[in-house]
């Protein structure tokens, strides 16, 4: 998959503003500040396409990102901040739970973690829920960067066994590694449309 073009397509909070034009998406889950918008920046080559901030839970609409014209990239508003209110909480579970449940554009989902910190309950319920939709699912360790090769090795084979899953995307924001194993773990999602050749 070559990246020709990616683009800010809409923001949403509810299922009627979502794109009408049925082209397949990618979505990305995550806990709040685990580096999603800087995975899409540096996937599509666009410093600042997605908005970026130290403040854990900034995103809280669904974001969607076209890329290449022909596909979406989706992020979803962060889960596991505490510092919001909890009507706001429930009318983002609300948000994200119509999105996922409902959307037949979905192709697959990209759960992204930080190896830094033990997956909790609701990245299992995250899992399950994913696995009961049978959406095909890729785990994505961000801010590879941050760990030694030993340690991070050690916390992905973890994580890996806890949910049974194959091996998990390490993925560097800073050096850019693993960005190609990711935009073929995309393509596969995608299906045979996207067969282009990944550039570097």
Partial sequence: ???????????????????????????????SNVGKSSLINVLVKRKGLAKTSSEPGKTRTVNFYRVNGEFYLVDLPGFGYARVPRSEKISWEKMVGEYVAGRAALRG???????????GETEELVFDWLERLKIPVVMV????????????????AGIKRAF????????????????????KKIQEMLGGNFLEKVSP
């Fill in 1 to 31: 998959m070559r990246i020709k073009s990616a683009e800010f397509a809409a923001c949403a909070v509810r299922r009627s503003q979502y794109p009408g034009d049925g082209l397949p998406e990618v979505v990305l889950i995550g806990r």
């Fill in 109 to 119: 989902a990209l759960v992204i973690l930080d190896p830094r910190r033990d997956p």
């Fill in 141 to 156: 360790l961000t801010k590879a960067d941050k760990l030694s090769r030993n340690k991070l090795n050690s916390r992905a």
């Fill in 164 to 183: 049974d899953i194959e091996d998990p995307v390490l993925f560097s924001s800073l050096t850019h590694d693993g960005r190609v194993t990711l935009l």
